[in-house]
């Protein structure tokens, strides 16, 4: 139930959806372990209640309107001075999810019947009453109203944001209720990043999306969409808040580019000094998604100069990037990693030594940024992107596929053992 909630959190409609995901049947039914409760307690008249055991706990979808749960307990009455009877209390509640005065989704219940039935010996006839005739049982549905506090408590936790990096942060919001269907429980989320606890505006999406219905039922718990937007929108955000702005070193010196380059750099250095690269974004960077790959496309200007002291540039190259995205989830983070460059242009963007041949350029750089940008990238990237998840449950048995335009992700909810 709390996985289900997980997923509703308040709605803001004015932006389009760039993932979402799909609780199935199967990821409903998961329960790590039945509650088994057992206690004394004084009922009405006398009566004191010696044990309670939860026999069944089951949520179900009912397509088109919200979730039925069921629950069965077996308890143990004495009614002084006699024998200790055993009941059967069922409960069968519709839950709804309403958008209550904070503008939060929350779940309610909708109806709820309560039915106690005598389990007397196979000899005398069983007999069942409404729960409203029996003292002690009279407030038994509001007492499931009361279950479902905890859960709508996680949802309000939810919105809050996730860290990328120590100054980006990440957040996952539906911009309507899920859609209850038999292929599941369906939301479309829009992803908010914020750099220094401001929300930044991020490119457009040329097509909204929509989470990919499933071909089959999926014996998965849960399946998670991300579009080629969501890749595109992280890694902008990351690029607006600083993180992949490089700073990288070389084994050339000032001396040695003069020998290679023009000797007018010996009037603007009087030593031999190191020579540093400076990279930054001329354009915010680009995801592309295709059947089984994802790459990345960067367009970096890199300014070569010597910094000894204050970084002071002769020479900038226009340095267009392509190389291959690697995907993998750990616990509940996307990992993201860039593989090796498959694709790299150089081009002179302005120089203070006169010009210089785009041969020499790739002889000079070339090895040393296809070596140390995708490297860096990855020292960013490797702490990972928060998946939309619930506290107390991760995801194990996943399985990634890479699709024209999105990802999708099928995967399996864990309930983490509480620490004691």
């Known amino acids: ?52 055991k939860v026999v069944r706990l089951s ?22 001075p006699s024998t200790t009877k055993k009941m059967r209390l069922s409960i069968l509640a519709n839950l709804q999810v309403e958008m209550n005065a904070e503008e939060n989704l929350e779940l309610v219940t909708s109806a709820c019947k309560a039915t106690v039935e005598e389990r007397q010996s196979s000899a005398e006839t069983r007999s069942t009453r409404e729960t409203q005739r029996l003292t002690p049982w009279v407030s038994v549905c509001s007492e499931v109203s009361k279950l479902l506090l905890s859960p709508n ?11 990328v990096t120590p100054s980006c942060q990440v957040q996952y919001q539906p911009l309507a209720v899920p859609v209850f269907s038999e ?8 992803t908010t990043f914020q750099v220094a606890g401001v929300a930044i505006p991020l490119p457009v999406s040329p097509v909204p999306f929509s989470m990919p219905e499933p071909a089959s039922p999926s014996p998965s718990h849960l399946i ?43 009037s603007l250095f009087q ?24 790459a990345m496309k960067l367009f970096l200007t890199v300014h070569i100069g010597e910094g000894s002291q204050a970084f002071q540039s002769f020479l900038s190259v226009n340095v267009d990037i392509s190389a291959g995205l690697l995907l993998s989830i750990a616990d509940t983070k996307m990992m993201i990693s860039a593989a090796a460059i498959e694709d790299i242009e150089l081009s002179l963007a302005a120089s203070n030594v006169g010009p210089v041949p785009a041969a020499l ?14 490297a860096q990238m990855n020292v960013v990237l490797s702490e990972g992107v928060f998946l939309p998840h619930i ?12 699709h024209k335009d999105y990802v999708s992700i099928t995967c399996n909810l864990e309930l983490q053992a509480k620490s004691a």
Do not use: W
């Not at 609780?23 to 790590?32: E, V």
């Not at 930054?280 to 960077?285: A, D, E, K, M, T």
């Not at 350029?361 to 995708?374: A, D, H, M, Q, S």
């Open 1 to 52: 139930l709390s996985v289900l909630l997980s997923l509703l959190v308040p709605a803001r409609p004015t932006r389009s959806p760039d993932c979402g995901g799909i609780l199935t049947p199967s990821g409903l039914r998961y329960c790590k372990s039945r509650p088994r409760i057992s206690h004394t307690t004084s009922g009405g008249g006398g009566a004191q209640i010696d044990s309670v």
């Open 59 to 80: 949520l179900s979808l009912v397509p088109d309107s919200g979730l039925r749960l069921k629950i069965s307990t077996d308890f143990g009455v004495t009614p002084a």
């Open 153 to 163: 408590e996680l949802l309000i936790s939810l919105t809050a944001q996730f860290p």
């Open 183 to 190: 292929q599941g429980i369906t939301v479309s989320l829009q």
């Open 224 to 266: 998670l969409a991300f579009s080629e937007h969501f890749y595109t929108s992280l890694f902008s955000a990351l690029e607006t808040a600083g993180a992949f702005n490089m700073t990288i070193p070389t084994s050339l010196t000032t001396a040695t580019l003069a020998q290679k380059i023009t000797q007018q750099m010996g």
């Open 271 to 294: 030593e031999d000094l190191p020579v540093l690269l400076q990279a930054v974004f001329r354009s915010s960077p680009r995801v592309v998604l295709e059947e089984d790959k994802a």
């Open 361 to 374: 350029l790739e002889e000079l750089f070339l090895p040393t940024i296809r070596k140390e940008v995708p």
């Open 391 to 402: 506290s107390s449950f991760t995801y194990n048995d996943v399985n990634i596929k890479i």
